[in-house]
């Protein structure tokens, strides 16, 4: 079993930054390919960024390229999501999720085995 508690959400203007953390605990961190995903009101849970079990490949949706980066930090179990140039339309839950196997999609929430309790993201226009 894994672990997850996210931090970091809360309130921003747009343009501004927010730095999302992930920490886990309960098995070998590196075994695992870790993801973020969101839901906002009314919405589907919706993929934002994964990262591979040692972090050498990182996969993005097309509608955070270029503002939003996940790293990973094996030594200290943690995976972030660093955002930068907020929009309004980011708000949301921020979960994250981990992935221990290679079936289905790194997209799909459907392949992520264990999830995080959500960190909101408020951004104000």
């Known amino acids: 079993q894994v672990q997850l508690v996210e931090s970091g959400g809360g309130l921003v203007q747009a343009g501004g930054s927010l730095r999302l953390s992930c920490s886990a605990s309960?098995?070998?961190?590196?075994?695992?390919?870790m993801g973020w995903f969101r839901q906002a009101p009314g919405k589907e849970r919706e993929f934002v960024a994964a990262v591979s079990r040692l972090g050498r490949a990182t996969y993005y949706a097309d509608f955070v390229k270029g503002r939003f980066t996940i790293a990973r930090d094996n030594a200290k179990n943690t995976v972030y999501l660093q955002m930068n140039s907020l929009k309004p339309e980011d708000t949301a839950v921020y979960f994250c999720?981990?992935?221990?196997?290679?079936?289905?999609?790194?997209?799909?929430?459907?392949?992520?085995?264990?999830w995080g309790q959500g960190t909101q993201v408020t951004v104000s226009s």
């Open positions: 999720a981990s992935r221990g196997s290679f079936d289905g999609s790194k997209y799909d929430s459907a392949s992520y085995d264990y």
């Open positions: 309960g098995r070998t961190f590196s075994d695992y390919a």
